[in-house]
T-cell receptor
Framework: AQTVTQSQPEMSVQEAETVTLSCTYD???????LFWYKQPPSRQMILVIR??????QNATENRFSVNFQKAAKSFSLKISDSQLGDAAMYFC?????????????FGTGTRLTIIP | NAGVTQTPKFRILKIGQSMTLQCTQD?????MYWYRQDPGMGLKLIYY???????DKGEVPNGYNVSRSTTEDFPLRLELAAPSQTSVYFC????????????FGAGSRLTVL
């Protein structure tokens, strides 16, 4: 079974600085998807960024970018110019690349605090 | 366009009671899912459905039942509630696209005392 590991239960960063959240995963598949979801205090799960394993180029969404290392099975999230609204739980998630199987496997999350 | 709607948002149950968490989506998505999130943990899949009339177990199905009679609705039934079922429950849906992008509801906090 696939597993997703987030080894940093908590992280903090000064406002306007850059922070990197770590994620590793275990799978025997060659094609799959990786995600970062944000969960603010409202509890709503919000998709931050998505990476397809067959793409070598790292995904980027505005201030959010990933460092995808397929051989190392590593998928870190970099948040640049951190803002107070970035404070949340961040979950790394994995999904197989398989029509009919879009289930997500989540890590345990990293709580990000932004220091004003 | 409401997306994924869950009711109730909060509920307190006594041990042994039963209840149904409702989930409705208005995006005509084929796939629907129920996850639970225990304190300090990630989400774990309870049940999922790939279309009306088709459901399957996820990682933690014990103590729950689901049905999918329409594309829009995917209720989760808790029979004989136990304290171990105290959790936040999320319903989600996705379209049959291979993009694997889920849309989540706002969650339902359930406490069993």
């Amino acid at each position: 079974a696939q597993t997703v590991t987030q080894s940093q239960p908590e992280m903090s960063v000064q406002e306007a600085e850059t922070v990197t959240l770590s994620c590793t995963y275990d799978t025997s598949e060659s094609d799959y998807y990786l995600f970062w979801y944000k969960q603010p205090p409202s509890r709503q799960m919000i998709l931050v960024i998505r990476q397809e394993a067959y793409k070598q180029q790292n995904a980027t969404e505005n201030r959010f970018s990933v460092n995808f290392q397929k051989a190392a099975k590593s998928f870190s999230l970099k948040i640049s110019d951190s803002q107070l609204g970035d404070a949340a739980m961040y979950f790394c998630a994995y999904s197989e690349d398989n029509f009919g199987n879009e289930k997500l496997t989540f890590g345990t999350g990293t709580r990000l605090t932004i220091i004003p | 366009n409401a997306g994924v709607t869950q009711t109730p948002k909060f509920r307190i149950l006594k041990i042994g009671q039963s209840m149904t968490l409702q989930c409705t989506q208005d995006m005509n998505h084929n796939y629907m899912y129920w996850y639970r999130q225990d304190p300090g943990m990630g989400l774990k899949l309870i049940y999922y459905s790939v279309g009306a009339g088709i459901t399957d177990k996820g990682e933690v199905p014990n103590g729950y039942n689901v049905s999918r009679s329409t594309t829009e609705d995917f209720p989760l039934r808790l029979e004989l509630a136990a304290p171990s079922q105290t959790s936040v429950y999320f319903c989600a849906s996705s379209v049959y696209s291979g993009a694997n992008v889920l849309t989540f509801g706002a969650g339902s906090r359930l406490t069993v005392l």
